[in-house]
């Protein structure tokens, strides 16, 4: 059975730093493109990063880039979202996401090409 466990959400002050991770089960996906998306109190579910198999080449959403950074390591079979500087407007709920499909390479922003889903960790930044 696959597992997506998100861990080091908690809540900070504006200005400060979060490391998230993402730890899977069940499968390995090392050649699975992953992501982390957010979804506040009333708002749709969010992309926030996605990273490819081999960690060369990621995407961001705008009001994170350059301030939010994700990695993985393919032998801990892990997920990271570096977040620095953070900003109340970034308090949310963080998923992982890891898509099914082996060896695509594109990283998509849509939370409907993603088949693996954790059960988020909340991060909260007050102001």
């Known amino acids: 059975q696959v597992q997506l466990v998100e861990s080091g959400g908690g809540v900070v002050q504006a200005g400060d730093s979060l490391r998230l991770s993402c730890a899977a089960s069940g499968r390995t996906f090392n050649s699975n493109v992953k992501a982390w998306f957010r979804q506040a109190p009333g708002k749709e579910r969010e992309f926030v990063a996605a990273v490819s198999r081999g960690g060369g080449r990621s995407a961001y959403a705008n009001s994170v880039k350059g301030r939010f950074t994700i990695s993985r390591d393919n032998a801990k079979n892990t997920v990271y979202l570096q977040m620095n500087s953070l900003k109340p407007e970034d308090t949310a709920v963080y998923y992982c996401?890891?898509?099914?499909?082996?060896?695509?390479?594109?990283?998509?922003?849509?939370?409907?090409?993603?088949?693996?889903w954790g059960r988020g960790t909340q991060v909260t930044v007050s102001s």
């Open positions: 996401a890891v898509d099914r499909r082996t060896n695509s390479g594109i990283t998509y922003r849509s939370p409907n090409e993603y088949d693996y």
